[in-house]
């Protein structure tokens, strides 16, 4: 459900290195200078593992996701579960990564979702659930009107919105997760009707741009009986990538190599995923010693949101590598130190590992870090995608 790299700046932290020629050495004689290996500025950046903790959810603190971002920037991260009954999202992840002095950053904020239906009836009783705390009732909306619309008032209130576009490539590519999501939910005995679709919004607010991207998910729910369609309604992946004013189109390299080393943590999904099945059968025997008929609709209105979400989390973790593939052409290496693989962006030639959560990506074949920086440092080598 949720969506990293130093900034292109950061490349002036490198030390100078010697001139080439000569020197006098401490007994006078003279002793040949390192030879120049810094690669030209703006060639590499320097990045740094950070985690993202869920504190609460379980017996001990455990790791929700990981991502890599600057070396010199700070992240702010949040894992917090649902306390209402019938949430769409039992936990919600987010975080905050920036420079030093802000003026970049990224930003991932919760899923947001909302229902609507055909029948008069069932609205009214979709607008009394969102009274005490339920999802919204709302028709759906394009992706575009999701962001100005909801996004921006809620998220980005006083901004202006310079312009709406899509990702070339990514609404294409997103059908073939919803095709995978919903074989996924008919395995388990869900069928379900999903579209989904993404835009991105550029906003401008004082000196800094950003782009506000979210991918929306829609599914439809047919119970027959004359009650007409219902409808519910997920956005997820809501990303701000923030630069200064002229600077957003060419830090958009950093920003999408950001997304695609956000990685879920499997142990931890699985742990989110044993206690929303949990939850759903709870709810199911409670409704079931329900008498009252306005009961049962609020449990059924509760069930169908639910249900359509929880059905798309049972595979959130392969949906989620997918989903930061469509964003971005990435290529998978591996440490041949350590024999552990992982997923990048592949939009360098060469990526350098120093074993202890920092790596260097670079174009440069004859730049070593060793050579620049402290540690030992091992080329990750490419293996082939499957």
């Known amino acids: 459900m949720w969506m990293v790299a130093v900034t292109l700046l950061a490349c002036s932290e490198a030390p100078a290195t010697s001139r080439a020629g000569s020197s006098p050495g401490a007994d006078g004689r003279l002793v040949a200078a390192k030879p120049d290996v810094s690669p030209a500025p703006g060639s590499y950046v320097r990045l740094k593992r950070v985690e993202v ?75 009394m659930a969102a009274q005490n705390g339920g999802a919204p009732a709302m028709p759906p909306m394009p992706a575009g009107e999701f962001l100005t619309k909801l996004a921006v008032p809620n998220l980005r209130p006083g901004s202006t919105v310079l312009g709406l576009d899509k990702v070339p490539g990514v609404d294409e590519a997103l059908q073939q997760q919803v095709k995978m999501q919903v074989q996924a939910a008919q395995q388990v005995g869900y069928p379900m009707s999903l579209r989904a679709e993404h835009a991105r919004a550029r906003l401008r607010h004082g000196s800094a741009e950003e782009w506000l991207t979210a991918a929306v ?40 190599m950001i997304l695609s080393t956000v990685a879920v943590d499997w142990q931890w999904q699985a742990r989110v995923n044993q206690v929303s099945q949990n939850i759903q059968r709870t709810n199911a025997k409670g409704a079931a010693d329900r008498a009252k008929i306005i009961a049962d609709a609020n449990a059924e209105v509760s069930r169908t949101i639910t249900e359509g979400y929880e059905a798309r989390q049972r595979s959130q973790d392969r949906n989620h590598e997918n989903f930061t593939d469509y964003i971005r052409d990435v290529q998978r290496y591996q440490d041949p130190s350590t024999g552990e693989q992982m997923k990048l962006t592949s939009g360098y030639d060469h990526v350098w590992s120093s074993g202890n959560g920092e790596y260097v990506f670079t174009d440069s074949a004859g730049f070593r870090p060793g050579q620049v920086f402290d540690g030992t440092w091992t080329e990750l080598k490419t293996v082939k995608n499957p």
């Open 53 to 127: 903790i869920d504190r609460h959810g379980f017996e001990k603190p455990m790791r929700a996701a990981s991502l890599l971002i600057p070396s010199d920037w700070t992240m702010q991260d949040q894992v917090q579960w649902a306390t209402q009954p019938g949430a769409v999202s039992i936990v919600q992840v987010t975080f905050r990564a920036a420079s030093a002095d802000g003026r970049y950053g990224l930003e991932l904020f919760p899923v947001y979702s909302w229902g609507w239906s055909d029948d008069p009836m069932m609205q009214q009783t979709m607008q």
């Open 217 to 256: 998910y829609t599914t439809t729910n047919d119970f027959g009986l004359g009650m007409g369609k219902s409808y519910v309604s997920v956005a997820q992946y809501i990303f701000a990538f923030k630069a200064p004013v002229g600077e957003l189109a060419e830090k958009d390299k950093l920003f999408q």
